[in-house]
């Protein structure tokens, strides 16, 4: 290959020239943006979506956002905005800060003590938000 810029950069580079050309308003968008976009689900509606609704003996919601919080967390902790919005949702649906935090801190056996550390920096992130809403 005797181009020197990165493949990937210039694959990024494409994909954000063919949104910007589709919306224009996507040229200032961000992670942080996009976590806006999605508010925070009622916990009745989460129950139903997400609880045991369908599934009577099944996991209530709250279970189930902390399974998809170990998960992101062991995917490595990219998903900020995602970790983001499955923290609100779980306050939402009745779990306590530390139940949050022991979730991720009992996945540093499987996912790494940089993941771990990682989705902890945003959970206290979040969780501090809450407290300032509280407050």
Not at 65 to 84: C, F, K, P, S
Request: include cysteine; glycine fraction near 6%.
């Amino acid at each position: 290959m005797s181009d020197s810029k990165n493949p990937f950069e210039q694959m990024i580079q494409q994909y954000q020239d063919m949104a910007k050309s589709m919306n224009p308003a996507l040229e200032s968008f961000t992670p942080k943006g996009f976590e806006k976009l999605w508010p925070t689900m009622p916990k009745d509606m989460m129950e139903m979506f997400f609880g045991n609704t369908l599934n009577k003996d099944g996991l209530d919601a709250k279970t189930r956002l902390l399974l998809n919080l170990a998960a992101l967390t062991v995917l490595g902790g990219q998903a900020d905005a995602q970790i983001r919005v499955t923290v609100r949702h779980l306050l939402e649906a009745g779990a306590t800060h530390q139940e949050i935090i022991e979730c991720v801190g009992q996945m540093s056996m499987f996912a790494g003590i940089p993941a771990m550390t990682q989705v902890m920096e945003i959970v206290q992130d979040i969780l501090g938000e809450d407290e300032e809403d509280d407050a």
